[in-house]
């Protein structure tokens, strides 16, 4: 295929860093962002990988084993036909789409569709209420949503002139997104749990090509993403063209992924880290897209399909992690090449139990929905323990002090956005509508992320925690994730969340809030236990005072809601347990 200049430029990027995978030095030194003037990532990267590519690019598994393959080539006929019939009922240039869909093909099609139109995405969760709706609609200025049938009455309560489109049926006064035409794949009922049968989306037909009417400037904004709001009311953290595509070469090199790799990544649709590793980093790379649909966590069925559909990279959070690791992990025959976790820090006990069991190690991956991958542990560096690794190529890390402000060996993990090799392309443009939120993130000259960290003479950055989550008991400062992962290393611990605790004494002391593994039941023999394990492992000053066992709240993509175990706290709800009366 002939290529045009940004595609040259962002295929040489992108085969730098393959070629550097297991060398950091060599990547981090040598690696220059491509930042074209005009970038269609859909258009310059996407169809001209797909131009005659038979190689499947979006494998879905489905609960009861029906299961649709699309090739690459399919994919950008069906990306072709989307956007053509979106344009028809009015989609243009700079219009904004909330996109609320699940794993389902559609999603991948609307994503490149839209990229094609020039039109904004805005992803949101199924999970989502008509109040957060509301929020969306209004804040984003949507123009147009695409929803499952299934959720179209949350938007009965959701005012707006936008144009309602529908997948798997459009009730009264929604178009239907079958009429684009695309069909749904060809999928076969087998038993996923055996490696007999195959499913294919092969199109029939031919439809027209979709004809882009105008070049895309890459400063153009691609995609809007609410956070997730675990303290705040959710910011609109906004992309363009080329800071979430050419942003995330940066994470194709941190989970390892190489041209014909099949990728699993667990993520909801909607969230940051689903664009992240299911539709730029696997197709940065030309590998495979592997998604398992299914209702309730199944550790053992994941890993038969890992198995039968050779799945050679895979990411999850950590809650997804620490599930896995209640299972016996040697059923997986096949273990992936690479494997990585993001969301949250990874606790240094479940990566240890993984090794084990595997033979390969958990790499953490450090970023924010406002950034792709800043600090990671890549491939073939050593590891060390707590440690999320070092700055990934392309973004200068330096760490601010929170009260002087100066740089040094501890303190809010920073960009620089003025050094050699200038301002990174994955980072976000800003804050929509808030521009004083903007120029408070970006004082200085740097992005601030307002996480805590530490680094070492090695250039290893340890993940300390959130600004507002660290604490101080008796003047000695307390990292949460550090007690957590302590409590975790107990075998009754299936989750922990640390907040401060009001004491007269100290200002504040550990609290604790406990899921417990499966044989354990909560009351005052298992605090006895904990608060033994807590004295053991912790410094004294550390120690855990109190705790109570509680289900953690937390936000929609997974992340643990301290805002409210701190307020929790405060009211005092639920039965406490106290180290002093207990032991």
């Not at 906004?238 to 994470?251: A, E, K, N, R, V």
């Not at 090449?337 to 990874?346: F, I, K, M, S, W």
């Amino acid at each position: 295929m002939t290529a045009n200049g940004p595609t040259q430029s962002f295929r040489a990027a992108r085969d730098f860093l393959l070629a550097h995978g297991d060398d950091y030095a060599a990547a981090y030194e040598g690696f220059r962002w491509p930042r074209p003037a005009e970038f269609n990532w859909a258009l310059d990267w996407f169809d001209r990988i797909a131009q005659d590519n038979d190689r499947t690019a979006l494998h879905i598994v489905e609960e009861d084993g029906l299961e649709t393959r699309i090739s690459f080539q399919d994919m950008r006929r069906r990306s072709d036909r989307v956007a053509n019939w979106l344009r028809a009922q009015g989609v243009r240039a700079g219009d904004r789409i909330v996109v609320m869909l699940g794993n389902q093909t559609e999603l991948w099609e609307t994503a490149l569709a839209a990229m094609k139109l020039r039109a904004v995405v805005i992803p949101a969760t199924p999970l989502l209420g008509p109040l957060d709706l509301v929020d969306r609609v209004e804040r984003g200025r949507a123009a147009h949503v695409i929803v499952r049938a299934e959720d179209t009455a949350k938007f009965a309560e959701v005012p707006g002139d936008y144009t309602r489109i529908a997948v798997g049926g459009a009730p009264d006064g929604w178009l239907a997104y079958a009429d684009a035409g695309t069909g749904t794949g060809a999928s076969t009922g087998t038993d996923a749990g055996t490696s007999t049968g195959t499913a294919t989306g092969t199109e029939t037909g031919g439809g027209e090509p979709f004809v882009p009417d105008g070049p895309t400037p890459a400063t153009d904004p691609l995609m809007l993403y609410f956070t997730s709001g675990t303290t705040a009311r959710p910011k609109l953290v906004q992309h363009t063209h080329i800071s979430y595509p050419i942003g995330h070469l940066s994470t194709m090199y941190w989970i390892g992924l190489r041209p014909g790799d099949v990728h699993l990544n667990i993520s909801s649709p909607g969230w940051a880290k689903h664009a992240w590793s299911n539709l730029f980093a696997p197709w940065n790379a030309e590998a495979t897209v592997f998604v398992h649909n299914y209702t309730r966590f199944d550790p053992t069925r994941l890993m038969a399909e890992m198995d039968r559909c050779e799945v050679t990279t895979f990411c999850a959070p950590p809650t997804v992690w620490r599930m896995l690791i209640q299972a016996d992990l040697t059923q997986l025959r096949t273990p992936p090449r690479e494997v990585a976790a993001a969301g949250e820090p990874l606790n240094p006990e479940v990566i240890e139990h993984v090794r084990r069991a595997w033979g390969v190690t958990i790499r953490d991956g450090f970023g924010q929905t406002e950034t792709s991958v800043q600090v990671a542990n890549t491939p073939g560096q050593p590891l060390k323990v707590g440690s999320m690794g070092r700055p990934s190529p392309g973004f200068a890390v330096t760490l601010l002090d929170p009260v002087t402000g100066q740089p040094g060996d501890e303190g809010e993990i920073c960009l620089d956005l003025s050094g050699p090799s200038g301002r990174p392309v994955g980072l976000m443009t800003g804050y929509e509508g808030d521009e004083e939120r903007t120029a408070e993130a970006t004082a200085g000259g740097y992005y601030r992320t307002g996480d805590i960290g530490s680094r070492d003479a090695d250039g290893y950055i340890t993940y300390i925690g959130r600004a507002d989550d660290v604490f101080k008991a008796s003047d000695y400062k307390i990292s949460p994730f550090e007690l957590e992962s302590a409590l975790l290393e107990h075998e009754a611990v299936a989750e922990a969340a640390v907040v401060p605790a009001p004491d007269p004494l100290r200002l504040a002391v550990p609290k604790a809030y406990v899921v417990l593994a499966e044989g354990w039941e909560p009351g005052p023999e298992t605090a006895k236990v904990l608060f033994a394990h807590s004295r053991a492992v912790l410094a004294p000053y550390k120690r855990v005072r109190r705790l109570e066992f509680a289900e953690l709240p937390k936000t929609v993509s997974g992340k643990i809601r301290r805002i409210e175990l701190r307020e929790r706290t405060l009211r005092g709800d639920g039965v406490e347990f106290h180290e002093e009366t207990t032991s």
